[in-house]
């Protein structure tokens, strides 16, 4: 996950860093529970303003396969799986919250990851499927069957 944070940084354009972008992603669909974010909300959790707009956009397409009215010659970065997707307003996938999750609320913590994937006992969920404030370990595990499944 290290490497593919690393390789993320490339999505930046000049005038936004990509990390500022996902971390007010992660703000809105994680801690304030959404399930998707538009533009101005993504801003409004980094505080940028309104002409960062195409910006927040150009970045976040370059972590998407196909994205947000993608221009041609955009490419993406990401490395194993893509990070986020437009449907109606810019969603993570599973693989994109495991991502921000490991390093907004974890700090990219290996210990993190390796006790999360050793425990043993079953994940007991009474949470709606539509809702995204999962636990850690129910998040390493989508995030991980997203990516080897893609």
Known sequence: M???WRTIVDA???GIEVDEILNGLWKEVYR????????KDIRNNIE???RKSKLVTQSLNRLSKEGKNPSKEAQTTFEHSEIVYYHNGWELTDYGRLLCYYVFEQSQSTQWVQRTALQTEPIVSNKNPNEYNYSGR???EAGVDDCLND
């Open 12 to 14: 930046s354009v000049p």
């Open 32 to 39: 304030n529970e959404s399930k998707s974010a538009c533009n």
């Open 48 to 50: 940028y303003d309104s």
């Open 138 to 140: 129910e998040i390493l």
């Open 2 to 4: 290290d490497e593919e």
